[in-house]
Nanobody, 123 residues
């Protein structure tokens, strides 16, 4: 059974940085793609970034390129989301997700989800 556990959320001021972690367990993830999504109050869950576990290839939401960086540590089975120059509009619950095979950009593409971690950016 795949388990994804996010951590690292919190309260940060505008312009600050946070690094989220997603610890994955339950199977070998060599052929999986890991994604980060976020959901703000009253809004739909939206794509943030993905990374291919095997070759490290990445995709980002256009609006977040240059500020957010996704990475992984194979030895620790952990995926990270480094968030820089944070803005109040980045406030959301951030979710880690996993899908076998191809990268996806919609929540419905992913079969496994973590419980989410709250990120709040104060102005």
């Amino acid at each position: 059974q795949v388990q994804l556990v996010e951590s690292g959320g919190g309260l940060v001021q505008t312009g600050g940085s946070l690094r989220l972690s997603c610890a994955a367990s339950g199977r070998t993830f060599d052929y999986y793609v890991m994604g980060w999504f976020r959901q703000a109050p009253g809004k739909e869950r939206e794509f943030v970034a993905t990374i291919n576990w095997s070759d490290g290839s990445t995709y980002y939401a256009d609006s977040l390129k240059g500020r957010f960086i996704i990475s992984r540590d194979n030895a620790k089975n952990t995926v990270y989301l480094q968030m820089n120059s944070l803005k109040p509009e980045d406030t959301a619950v951030y979710y880690c997700a996993a899908v076998y095979g191809r990268p996806g950009f919609l929540p419905r593409d992913y079969g496994y989800w973590g419980q989410g971690t709250q990120v709040t950016v104060s102005s």
